[in-house]
């Protein structure tokens, strides 16, 4: 999926703690297989316009996906994949490309996935590190592990405190927290951008314009899940945060803190 992830753990012994690393690192590679837009042969660059019968993870991510999309007035949208892979090739933002956006031509049915238009791309990620995360943290607790954090770049998920804390000390957008069993989410450009003839191009595109976002601002999204926490961040970072307090609320999350 494009990022590195990191695991933080809590054990009784040096071979539980190997049990746990290689269990939650099979899963993530297992789901960089069905979730990846950098790998060809992934699931999610299987899909096109011919309806295919995904894995339960891929339609959970895409389920969630399309209702917040609907929700937040197409501002999140995982159907954004022809901008992003411009922007990757530091190419134009075509209107072409922007033609080829749009989340009511995402088509879910009955666990089956279908592309509405031909040259569609999915891009999974606002969403898909945050589920992932999450994913890591139930195979921990699986094999007995409960005091964990998972880190994916911008994305946190976290499991019971330390042994004798009372949360997970993190720092987000500037400000300092503490978490247990939640995930919080930044999402932000202050790295990832490029100029070309004066003007700053951020990684976050807005998908209902298909420009790239020009301001510099950071922002970090508490959730009960990593995958809420991932696309909200990304939502509010977009449509800013006034616009989504509305939203966030509708998801039991909060903003935990902006910097510009």
């Not at 954004?80 to 490309?97: M, N, Q, V, Y």
């Not at 945050?130 to 607790?141: N, Q, S, V, Y």
């Amino acid at each position: 999926m494009g990022t590195l992830v990191g695991i933080t753990l809590y054990t009784r012994s040096a071979a539980e703690a190997k049990n746990a690393f290689t269990a939650a690192y099979s899963r993530i590679a297992a789901l960089n297989r069905i979730l990846s837009d950098y790998e060809p042969s992934s699931e999610l660059n299987q899909l096109n316009t011919t309806a295919r019968r995904v894995s339960p993870e891929l339609y959970t991510v895409l389920s969630f996906a399309k209702q917040l999309s609907e929700a937040s007035g197409g501002a999140f949208d995982v159907t954004i994949g022809p901008l992003t892979r411009l922007w990757r090739e530091r190419k134009p933002l075509t209107g072409e490309a922007r033609a080829l956006v749009g989340w009511r031509e995402l088509h879910l049915n009955s666990g089956e996935v279908r592309l509405g238009k031909p040259g569609m791309r999915l891009d999974l990620g606002a969403i898909g590190k945050g589920f992932a995360a999450d994913e890591m943290l139930k195979t921990l607790r699986g094999v007995g592990i409960t005091r964990a954090l998972i880190a994916a770049s911008g994305d946190i998920v976290c499991g019971d405190a330390p042994p004798g804390q009372r949360g997970w000390a993190l720092e987000a957008a500037g400000k300092r927290i503490t978490l247990r069993r939640a995930a919080i989410s930044t999402s932000g450009d202050t790295n990832q951008f490029f100029e070309k003839d004066g003007r700053r191009y951020s990684h976050i595109l807005d998908p209902r314009t298909g420009a790239a976002l020009s301001d510099v601002l950071e922002v970090s999204v508490v959730a009960a899940n990593g995958m809420t926490a991932d696309a909200l961040a990304t939502t509010v970072r977009i449509i800013g945060a006034q616009a989504a307090a509305g939203l966030v609320r509708r998801y039991h999350a909060h903003i935990a803190s902006m910097r510009g």
